[in-house]
């Protein structure tokens, strides 16, 4: 990887990381924005254009390697399957747990509503949330490695092998 691209990834890194750390923040203190409905929910929406925003910084790298414009997009979808899945899988676990958040917590912030298949959402949200965190950080340093990204005997073995 030239110096261009080095300084690039680097921003783009630090960009995906400042949203995870976002995401992580809105994930541990919209309890205490109870109290005023409009605040969740702009937290909420801010929530859900992070991950997609994750999502296509993801693919964005993906796009400019080597291999992809190369054609074997293949390979690339075995290397970072798990990510692209938990992406998806977190993605529409948050959207749904925000939507049933609001609806519930709309009328009445104060209420108490944690009825046993809300709580067995936001159960399944948190634990998914630590996989995507993990895999997610885990992708966006693996996509750096300069093998993706220049002609090499790896890519050509990779040829015989697909």
């Known amino acids: 990887m030239n110096t261009i691209n080095t300084k690039r ?3 783009i ?5 400042l949203i995870l750390l976002f995401d992580i923040f809105v994930n541990s203190f919209t309890s205490f924005s109870r ?3 409009i605040n ?3 937290l909420y929406v801010a929530q859900d254009i992070c991950i997609v925003m994750t999502i296509t910084l993801l693919l964005v790298n993906f796009f400019s390697t080597y291999i992809f414009q190369i054609g074997l997009i293949q ?3 075995t290397k970072f399957r798990i990510t692209l899945i938990l992406c998806i899988i977190y ?7 925000h939507i049933w958040d609001i609806k519930l917590h ?8 944690w009825t046993t298949n809300f709580h067995i959402l936001y ?3 948190r634990g998914v949330a630590v996989l995507y965190y993990y895999f997610y950080k885990r992708a966006s340093l693996r996509i750096a490695d300069p093998r993706f990204y220049e002609n090499s005997t790896w890519i050509q073995s990779q040829f015989i092998f697909s």
């Open 9 to 11: 990834y680097l921003v």
């Open 40 to 42: 969740l929910l702009i």
């Open 91 to 97: 993605m529409v676990l948050s959207i749904t747990l």
């Open 75 to 77: 390979l690339l979808y």
């Open 123 to 125: 159960s399944l949200h």
């Open 13 to 17: 890194i630090i960009i995906q990381y």
């Open 106 to 113: 709309w009328s009445s912030p104060f209420k108490y509503y």
């Open 35 to 37: 109290s005023n409905s």
